[in-house]
């Protein structure tokens, strides 16, 4: 299987999660917003800092002959999301809560043509095993998020229209998460995101 997402800590944290269990799931490729070049039997797309699946990217992946199934890999498992996942063309869609067990049996399941989603409930919390930006500094999932939204320049408004939360809620994670990185103020946050695995790596290459 590959997996794909933007940002090198979470495809690095995916990789070790699934290493106990390399003699029923190989991780052949895990890349940041590259095409999938070598034959997979599933394709995980990853949503971390992005509320829903982009579009778009699911289309793209499943385009790719060399992906033989798509399924979706997120925090935010709600029905109008899994929906629109299948109807896509997806075959899976995951809840990062699953334990990694679970998630290997998922990725066997849809690899052996079944359809297979998590039970729609919202957004859900993080698989203790998985990894994000800022986890080390004692940034949650959310707040992780949020940074990394600030430091593609982001709004307060388009990151609350993003992850469809409040101003006021995204302004207490931005505040929690400043006082986490010692930052007093927007730049300062953005400077901290750079330097600390904050910026996807598709951004970095396009600058």
Do not use: C
């Amino acid at each position: 299987m590959a997996l794909r997402n933007d940002y090198e800590i979470v495809l690095g944290g995916f990789r070790r999660m699934l290493e106990r269990y390399q003699h029923r799931v190989e991780v052949v490729e895990v890349l940041e917003q590259h095409r999938i070049d070598q034959p997979v039997d599933v394709a995980l797309y990853d949503t971390f800092a992005q509320h829903e699946p982009e579009h778009d990217v699911v289309a793209e992946m499943l385009a790719n002959p060399m992906n033989a199934v798509v399924a979706i890999y997120s925090w935010n498992v709600e029905q109008a999301f899994i929906d629109a996942a299948l109807q896509q063309g997806a075959r899976g869609y995951f809840a990062k809560s699953m334990p990694a067990m679970e998630l290997v049996e998922a990725i066997e399941r849809v690899a052996a043509g079944e359809v297979v989603t998590s039970p729609a409930d919202g957004r859900v919390r993080s698989n203790a095993a998985l990894d994000w930006p800022g986890r080390a500094d004692g940034i949650s999932d959310r707040e992780s998020e949020v940074l990394a939204l600030i430091t593609q320049g982001k709004s307060n408004a388009e990151i609350a229209a993003q992850t469809h939360l409040t101003q006021n809620t995204i302004k207490t994670h931005i505040r929690s998460a400043y006082r986490k990185i010692g930052a007093a103020n927007r730049v300062e946050a953005v400077l901290w995101g750079v330097q600390n695995g904050f910026q996807p790596d598709h951004a970095r290459s396009r600058r």
